[in-house]
């Protein structure tokens, strides 16, 4: 199909009939009449040989193609806006602007806290929105992408998207205090009999699929989707939890729980933010890049402290 011949005006109709269902409402809602908004219902069914929308009794429902239609014609019109929105030029002193960022809640503590800092001091006008990190982002990367302005996730996990890289960081694991299973090193056979406290999604998955190499299946007694309640479900128990040491650190005294070292040589997290090729040569994201890299050069603390004997607790 020769995207020169269709009219992109009927892009934005087909997404208000589909989230209106009324022809009336969705003509209010881009500012046309209804014999306009008719005219281009009629047109939108001719190019799909489908109704679309369907009369049941006294409202209308949408078909199966305009089911399907419904969440791509969203997609189709937020990258549309944000590649007619692009910059030549971006002075971030003057500028107002909100870029959204998908990340997980370690992510915004270790990485997003002191980006939104630095953009406090250097662009007042920019406003930055973090998402959680959905479930199957491997499936909807390309989507997720495309609506957004970027995504905090280490290397291993995604591809074929353009990253600008940021830190680098390595997993420790969380034993509480009074644990008496767990001496003054954390052992092998600790990690293999031990219950866990585990993170329920895919973003940790080059670390778990290290311990399956290792023939360790971790035993799940607890599972979240937020790293910075894992000490919280680990004090007081025999569970135990990895975690990112750089996190590790920041949530030291927050709960009566030990950071010990892996017993093995654990794989290392490089973390970067993804992006959309649709923001390549846009200024503001340019700068929204340059700056995530500047700051990711200067977080610090990969001398994590291990806690290694039973005396001396994630406190000190």
């Known amino acids: 199909?020769?995207?020169?011949?269709?009219?992109?005006?009927?892009?934005?109709?087909?997404?208000?009939?589909?989230?209106?269902?009324?022809?009336?409402?969705?003509?209010?809602?881009?500012?046309?009449?209804?014999?306009?908004?008719?005219?281009?219902?009629?047109?939108?069914?001719?190019?799909?040989?489908?109704?679309?929308?369907?009369?049941?009794?006294?409202?209308?429902?949408?078909?199966?193609?305009?089911?399907?239609?419904?969440?791509?014609?969203?997609?189709?019109?937020?990258?549309?806006?944000?590649?007619?929105?692009s910059q030549a030029d971006f002075d971030p002193a003057v500028e107002e602007r909100e870029f959204t960022i998908v990340s997980s809640d370690y992510a915004v503590a270790v990485f997003g806290a002191e980006l939104a800092r630095t953009v406090h001091r250097e662009a007042p006008g920019i406003r930055l929105r973090f998402v959680q990190t959905p479930p199957g982002i491997v499936e909807q990367t390309a989507?997720?992408?495309?609506?957004?302005?970027?995504?905090?996730?280490?290397?291993?996990?995604?591809?074929?998207?353009?990253?600008?890289?940021?830190?680098?960081?390595?997993?420790?694991?969380?034993?509480?205090?009074?644990?008496?299973?767990?001496?003054?090193?954390?052992t092998r056979d600790d990690v293999a009999r031990l219950p866990w406290v585990t993170y329920q999604r895919t973003y940790d998955a080059p670390a778990v699929r290290q311990l399956?190499?290792?023939?360790?299946?971790?035993?799940?007694?607890?599972?979240?989707?937020?790293?910075?309640?894992?000490?919280?479900?680990v004090a007081g128990t025999r569970r135990i939890a990895l975690v990112q040491a750089l996190l590790a650190e920041r949530l030291r005294g927050v709960a009566p729980v030990r950071i010990m070292e892996a017993p093995y040589e654990s794989v290392p997290l490089q973390e970067a933010l993804w992006w959309h090729p649709v923001h390549t040569h846009d200024a503001a994201h340019m700068w929204l890049r340059e700056t995530a890299a500047r700051v990711g050069a200067s977080v610090t603390g990969h001398d994590v402290r291990a806690t290694q004997g039973a005396g001396h607790p994630a406190d000190g």
Not at 52 to 60: E, F, I, M, N
Not at 151 to 179: C, K
């Open 143 to 186: 989507t997720l992408l495309s609506t957004t302005d970027g995504l905090l996730m280490p290397h291993g996990i995604i591809s074929g998207f353009p990253a600008t890289e940021l830190y680098r960081d390595q997993w420790v694991f969380l034993v509480a205090d009074d644990n008496p299973d767990v001496g003054e090193r954390l």
């Open 212 to 233: 399956g190499m290792l023939g360790i299946e971790p035993k799940a007694e607890v599972s979240v989707d937020s790293f910075t309640v894992l000490p919280f479900l």
């Open 1 to 85: 199909m020769n995207l020169a011949s269709l009219d992109l005006n009927l892009v934005v109709a087909l997404r208000a009939l589909l989230e209106e269902r009324n022809v009336t409402r969705a003509g209010r809602r881009v500012g046309l009449s209804q014999p306009a908004m008719s005219a281009a219902l009629a047109r939108l069914r001719r190019h799909f040989d489908d109704d679309l929308l369907s009369r049941v009794g006294g409202h209308y429902e949408l078909t199966a193609l305009g089911q399907v239609l419904l969440d791509r014609t969203s997609t189709a019109c937020d990258l549309l806006e944000r590649l007619f929105t």
